[in-house]
């Protein structure tokens, strides 16, 4: 069977690019394959084999969040000053080390040991290999990260069916694969990836920071597009419950990720190539790629506390979920591609820290915001409540980005000089 001309075209992508930026791309699918093969069966570990409180739960989930979300920017620094590989290393060590012990451990010390560590490897390497990844790349970014999103969503749909198996032999036996999988992650980046000659700062840390924080164009930027992320978020909270809801069928709610790597496979590539050659701007496809999330939530509406549950009613909420994720595969490589350009190359590292710090909280707020309209419509209010509130999430973000753009605050990269090269066959 031929597979798909977008899929087969894939591997030809990846090798135009140079080995660190291949060995990346694979790094992503081995980190989310990871992560999610464990974190989201980490909840009911902690509840149903350890007994645990539902505050003791909270306590060790919500560490592991505020460690990754309010440390970001400390990673963002320590690749700009120590060189991105040093610091997509640590973070590998470190998420290995945070595994293992959620593996080992049955108290609540270790536990909460195991999840602080967890959060901090986060917080290093995710600024870290976008990074390495944004200088690697040179003026093709954009298809980089598109290519770095596409590896992101495989792995994020490889994990939980791998976690569900693993699972069969206990959690025991998921944590210790998982921290096997960043134990080979940290030994084939200190291997094979190379060093980059990093140079002296030109100032301090808080320097930086404020530097990168005081920038009126980035700080409107970073909140104009936190709506994105806070929209993506409700994969996690909105969507599955609603498949749930108008279903009955929990298991269904897998259909959700499958959309995403099926799109991502399918399309993410071809989608960012055509729009780069289109022009016309940079912010203007990350405005249309938001207003595109925001409308996905309109076909569930359709469908929420339309009665009793019925298998046919998934169907509009995987149309939503397939607009979600189109929206996401327009915005995101853009949005990734945009924020180094706001200034010095030397605070790559530290924009993308801080950007990412921005948007995790505003995610967690936006996902309190949501999680209160679904309380709302549980209660009786409108089913529709939470639906929409995401709609105008998405159109509000979608016009503060539009608004961006056509005052000329946001840079625009240089266009690829070429295109990208043929791959050659190398000798190993």
């Known amino acids: 069977m031929r597979l798909p001309a977008a899929v087969h075209?894939?591997?030809?992508?990846?090798?135009?690019?140079?080995?660190?930026?291949?060995?990346?791309?694979?790094?992503?699918?081995?980190?989310?394959?990871?992560?999610?093969?464990?974190?989201?069966?980490?909840?009911?570990?902690?509840?149903?084999?350890?007994?645990?409180?539902a505050v003791a739960v909270g306590l060790v989930l919500g560490l592991r969040n505020l460690s990754q979300q309010g440390l970001f920017l400390i990673g963002g620094s320590a690749a700009d000053r120590l060189g991105a590989r040093g610091v997509i290393i640590a973070g590998c060590a470190l998420r290995t080390l945070g595994f293992g012990l959620f593996a080992l451990g049955d108290g609540l010390p270790v536990l909460v040991a195991a999840s602080v560590l967890s959060g901090l490897a986060g917080a290093l390497f995710n600024p870290a290999v976008r990074t390495y990844l944004a200088q690697e790349a040179g003026d093709r970014k954009a298809e980089a990260f598109a290519l770095f999103q596409v590896f992101a969503t495989t792995g994020a749909l490889l994990g939980p069916l791998l976690g569900s198996l693993l699972l069969l032999g206990g959690f025991r036996t998921a944590a210790v694969t998982a921290a096997a999988v960043f134990a080979l992650l940290t030994v084939a980046q200190a291997a094979v990836l190379p060093a980059r000659p990093v140079p002296p700062p030109a100032g301090t840390v808080l320097g930086d920071w404020r530097e990168a924080a005081a920038d009126p164009r980035f700080a409107a930027f970073a909140l104009a597009t936190a709506g994105l992320y806070g929209l993506e978020s409700q994969l996690y909270l909105l969507l599955p419950h609603t498949v749930r809801e108008v279903t009955g069928l929990p298991g269904a709610v897998g259909l959700l990720f499958v959309v995403g790597t099926l799109a991502g496979l399918l399309g993410q590539l071809r989608l960012t190539r055509r729009l780069t050659a289109r022009g016309g701007g940079r912010?203007?496809?990350?405005?249309?790629?938001?207003?595109?999330?925001?409308?996905?939530?309109?076909?569930p509406l359709l469908v929420a506390g339309a009665g009793e549950p019925h298998p046919a009613r998934l169907l509009p909420v995987l149309v939503g979920v397939l607009l979600l994720y189109a929206g996401l595969m327009t915005a995101q490589?853009?949005?990734?591609?945009?924020?180094?350009?706001?200034?010095?190359?030397?605070?790559?590292?530290?924009?993308?820290?801080?950007?990412?710090?921005?948007?995790?909280?505003?995610?967690?707020?936006?996902?309190?915001?949501?999680?209160?309209?679904?309380?709302?419509?549980?209660?009786?209010?409108?089913?529709?409540?939470?639906?929409?509130?995401?709609?105008?999430?998405?159109?509000?973000?979608?016009?503060?980005?539009?608004?961006?753009?056509?005052?000329?605050?946001?840079?625009?990269?240089?266009?690829?000089?070429?295109?990208?090269?043929?791959?050659?066959?190398?000798?190993?």
Not at 34 to 46: K, M
Not at 283 to 296: C, T
Not at 336 to 364: I, K, N, Q
């Open 9 to 53: 075209g894939l591997p030809a992508a990846v090798q135009g690019f140079p080995p660190a930026v291949r060995l990346l791309l694979v790094n992503q699918l081995g980190v989310n394959t990871g992560f999610y093969l464990l974190v989201p069966y980490l909840a009911v570990h902690l509840t149903d084999d350890l007994g645990l409180s």
């Open 283 to 299: 912010g203007r496809w990350v405005a249309a790629g938001i207003a595109l999330a925001g409308l996905g939530f309109l076909p």
């Open 333 to 428: 490589p853009f949005v990734m591609e945009l924020v180094p350009a706001f200034g010095r190359a030397d605070l790559t590292g530290t924009r993308y820290g801080l950007f990412h710090a921005v948007s995790g909280v505003a995610a967690a707020a936006i996902g309190v915001g949501v999680g209160a309209a679904m309380d709302a419509a549980a209660r009786g209010g409108p089913a529709w409540l939470p639906y929409a509130c995401c709609t105008a999430l998405g159109l509000a973000s979608a016009l503060a980005v539009a608004l961006l753009h056509r005052r000329g605050a946001l840079p625009e990269p240089p266009a690829p000089a070429h295109e990208a090269p043929r791959p050659r066959s190398e000798t190993r």
